[in-house]
């Protein structure tokens, strides 16, 4: 009977470390921080209550995707390199081309010179939004207006190159997933 017993309290053993040490486990790893969750975005993803509205912006195209970026009173090569990524970008969109507009903002003092060689729409921008743009970064807003992605400035042609694979990388799959037309 004795031996009966032993069994059952080993099984019963078990059968607790089966279930209660997968939990012990996963508190471990989340509390020590040696999980690193999988992203698939090459962009910065920003807070979701940041957008138009909350920047006291009214959203300029309002059924469509938008590029941003403020042209800086000095454009310098990383800049025009960086017009130059934002054209071919949208260029590589192919048919999703019609729901995505890259949108250059401007303040008084913008290098406006620098856009002769491209086509883009421009509008004005004020502080709100300026303060996001404020390094020459590229920001992806959604048909809502929410600021969805950023990405950074980056030096150099094969950086700026890399950057614009991303972003085109993260619009497919944003224009994909997205069910805002």
Not at 14 to 43: D, E, M, Q, R, W
Not at 58 to 73: D, F, H, S, V
Not at 93 to 114: C, F, K, M, W
Request: net charge neutral; charged share 20%.
């Amino acid at each position: 009977m004795n031996s009966q017993n032993k069994s059952k309290h080993k099984a019963l053993g078990l059968l607790l470390l089966a279930f209660i040490a997968p939990v012990v486990i996963a508190k471990l790893v989340l509390s020590l921080n040696l999980y690193h969750g999988g992203a698939t975005n090459h962009g910065e993803l920003i807070n979701p209550e940041t957008s138009y509205a909350s920047l006291g912006v009214e959203n300029p195209n309002p059924k469509e995707w938008q590029l941003l970026y403020l042209l800086p009173a000095q454009c310098d090569d990383a800049c025009r390199e960086r017009l130059y990524i934002l054209r071919q970008s949208h260029t590589a969109l192919g048919p999703d081309q019609a729901r995505v507009e890259p949108l250059i903002l401007t303040h008084p003092d913008s290098d406006l010179n620098a856009l002769s060689a491209f086509q883009f729409n421009t509008r004005p921008a004020n502080a709100g939004l300026s303060h996001w743009l404020d390094e020459q970064q590229l920001i992806i807003v959604d048909p809502l207006g929410s600021l969805v992605l950023r990405y950074p400035q980056v030096q150099g042609r094969e950086a700026h190159l890399a950057q614009g694979k991303a972003l085109i990388a993260d619009l497919r799959k944003l224009l994909k997933l997205s069910r805002v037309d």
